[in-house]
């Protein structure tokens, strides 16, 4: 079975610009997550969707962080415009119907 | 105060020893816990669940004392394969996971 996939991999990108980040979940799996790790930091929940509605955003920084799963598939995340602060590691996480979450290989993104 | 602490090591031990990581949590409304293990530029990896009942997967066990909001890893028999950060992790009602800062585990010929 095909875990948690993420694209890109990396991206470096100058402060101002706009960056979308992807990730499809497991198959079948309802819930998703997105998470980020900056620097030297625990890895911090930013929201939750329920296929395709959002749960729980309670984490998202501020509203230059905007995040999409249309059709309750995959899910995108696009922080516009990108500041040097939001340079991190960003994971997605799928679940199931209980609470154990799979995480994907995250996103890492460098913000100059 | 952070949500849940940990010791953020490093724990340097010998092949074949047995390792204890301890973890508490803040929110006792908090609902499940889990270990994750992260290895170096990895994505978290889900180690196992925890009950309160305990429980034990192989060389692992893991237990939980919800009075005193306190979270347990016991690795015996360490590999050289068990080096990585663990990661004690907390879900609330909301299903969002909070995580420790990790403890580094450093397994050593």
């Known amino acids: 079975e095909a875990g948690v996939t993420q694209f890109p991999s990396h991206s470096v990108i100058e402060k101002g610009q706009t960056v979308t980040l992807r990730c499809d979940p497991i198959s079948g799996h309802d819930n998703l997550y997105w998470y980020r790790r900056v620097m030297g930091k625990e890895i911090k929940f930013l929201l939750h969707?329920?296929?395709?509605?959002?749960?729980?955003e309670s984490g998202m920084p501020n509203n230059r962080f905007l995040a999409e799963r249309t059709g309750g598939t995959y899910s995108t995340l696009k922080v516009q415009p990108a500041e040097l602060e939001d340079s991190g590691v960003y994971f997605c996480?799928?679940?199931?119907?209980?609470?154990?979450?799979?995480f994907g290989p995250g996103t890492r993104l460098t913000v100059t | 105060r952070k949500e849940v602490e940990q010791d953020p090591g490093p724990f340097n031990v010998p092949e074949g020893a047995t390792v204890a990581f301890n973890c508490t949590y803040s929110?006792?409304?908090?609902?499940?816990f889990f270990w994750y293990r992260q290895d170096c530029r990895k994505e978290p990896k889900l180690l196992m669940s925890v009950y309160s009942s305990g429980n034990e997967d192989g060389r692992f066990t893991a237990q939980l004392n919800r009075a005193s909001q306190y979270i347990s890893l016991l690795i015996r028999d360490s590999k050289l394969s068990d080096s990585a950060t663990y990661l004690c992790?907390?879900?609330?009602?909301?299903?969002?996971?909070?995580f420790g800062s990790g403890t580094r585990l450093q397994v050593q010929p």
């Open positions: 996480a799928s679940s199931p119907a209980n609470y154990e979450q799979y």
């Open positions: 992790v907390v879900g609330g009602g909301r299903r969002a996971l909070t």
């Open positions: 929110n006792s409304a908090s609902q499940s």
């Open positions: 969707f329920v296929k395709e509605s959002k749960q729980d």
